[in-house]
């Protein structure tokens, strides 16, 4: 079956535009997360999302927000980009909310200038 | 607080030679502990985990793990290390909250001829 699916894969936005990525989960998965990758911080946890519901939030600032669908979809949105947003993201698929595997997308590499 | 411990930033073998990555992790339960791996460019894609039970756990592409709950630790294990496995590896002890996962900032791995 496919796997975890991001689009777009890369974007070049300018400081102080907005922003929106989005994450398909694998067919049947429920939960999505949302981590930011970058050089000097790693893997840092954004936010999850369970049947369309935001179960946990990370220490990013309200500029980072995302969104679950019905049909398990998942978006995240950046306002007001900084250069320091930079990064790629990755998004996570779990099966429930009791699976502790998590399948990753290829992830969207986004560039900040 | 929880948090995963990986002391070797970059390491660099001879193809043939054999492997060990370090993983020291904080928890304050039984923690569930993953090994990733992400070739440049990609996403994270699983190797092997542990749950409970038999402390030393087989993976895909021939790796291995050994939980060590006295040492807190989760070491990475591949007898013949080939080419293609030149990567990062992330271990992962989680999910802490929901699905979420801690990482560590990851072992770069070079493989020489």
């Known amino acids: 079956k496919a796997g975890v699916t991001q689009t777009p894969r890369y974007l070049i936005k300018t400081r102080g535009q907005q922003v929106t990525l989005s994450c398909s989960p694998i067919?049947?998965?429920?939960?999505v997360s949302w981590y930011q990758q970058t050089p000097g911080q790693g893997l840092q946890f954004l936010f999850e999302y369970f049947s369309e519901t935001q179960r946990n939030k990370g220490n990013f600032p309200g500029r980072f927000s995302g969104r679950q669908f019905s049909n398990s979809r998942s978006e995240m949105n950046v306002s007001t980009l900084e250069l320091g947003d930079s990064a790629l993201y990755l998004c996570a698929s779990s099966l429930s909310q009791v699976n502790t595997e998590a399948f990753f997308g290829q992830g969207t590499r986004l560039t900040v200038v | 607080a929880q948090s995963v411990t990986q002391p070797d930033i970059h390491i660099t073998v001879s193809e043939g030679a054999s492997l060990e990555l370090r993983c020291n992790y904080s928890?304050?339960?039984?923690?569930?502990l993953f090994w990733y791996v992400q070739s440049p460019g990609q996403g994270l894609q699983l190797l092997l985990k542990?749950?409970?039970?038999?402390?030393l756990v087989q993976g895909i592409k021939g790796f291995e793990a050994e939980f060590k709950r006295s040492q807190s630790s989760f070491n990475l294990r591949k007898p013949s290390v080939h080419w293609s496995d030149a990567a990062e590896y992330f271990c992962?002890?989680?999910?802490?909250?929901?699905?979420?996962?801690?990482f560590g900032t990851g072992t770069s791995l070079t493989v020489i001829p």
């Open positions: 067919s049947g998965h429920r939960s």
């Open positions: 542990y749950f409970s039970g038999d402390t």
């Open positions: 928890y304050g339960a039984t923690p569930y």
């Open positions: 992962a002890v989680g999910p802490i909250t929901g699905n979420q996962f801690y």
